[in-house]
């Protein structure tokens, strides 16, 4: 990826903490909800949860698999992400809040942005 693009995409992720453990989250692009809406998709909730994470600080195997893992961290990895998160409910508060708050935020920019 090129540095103005990565940079693009940076400037729509932050680090959000929920349960003890940092999620980054990107929030989804106008052009993707206008898809999710034509596509009778658009979901504010527990779809961004697993679909905007794209990485995360302080997740250990333990926190994973319980007793069966270790307290070595785990690289980030979408598909492992996922599975672990689909049985998280207590994660996805903060995580969908967070989301939900940057897209009103975008919204507010596009509209200011209208005015000039």
């Avoid at 932050?14 to 349960?19: A, L, N, Q």
């Avoid at 961004?48 to 319980?66: A, K, N, P, Q, S």
């Avoid at 990895?77 to 049985?87: F, K, L, N, Q």
């Amino acid at each position: 990826m090129d540095p103005l693009t990565r940079q693009i995409r940076e400037r729509r992720e932050r680090w959000v903490e929920s349960g003890g453990f940092k999620f980054k989250i990107r929030r989804p692009t106008e052009y993707e909800l206008t898809k999710w809406e034509r596509e009778g998709k658009v979901t504010l909730g527990i779809d961004l949860v697993m679909t905007h994470i794209v990485d995360w600080e302080g997740v250990r195997e333990c926190d994973i698999l319980g007793s069966a893992g270790s307290d070595q961290l785990v690289a980030f990895s979408v598909a492992t992400y996922r599975e672990w998160m689909e049985d998280r409910p207590d994660l996805w508060g903060q995580v969908v809040k967070a989301i939900r708050e940057d897209l009103a935020a975008n919204e507010a920019r596009i509209q200011e942005l209208a005015k000039k």
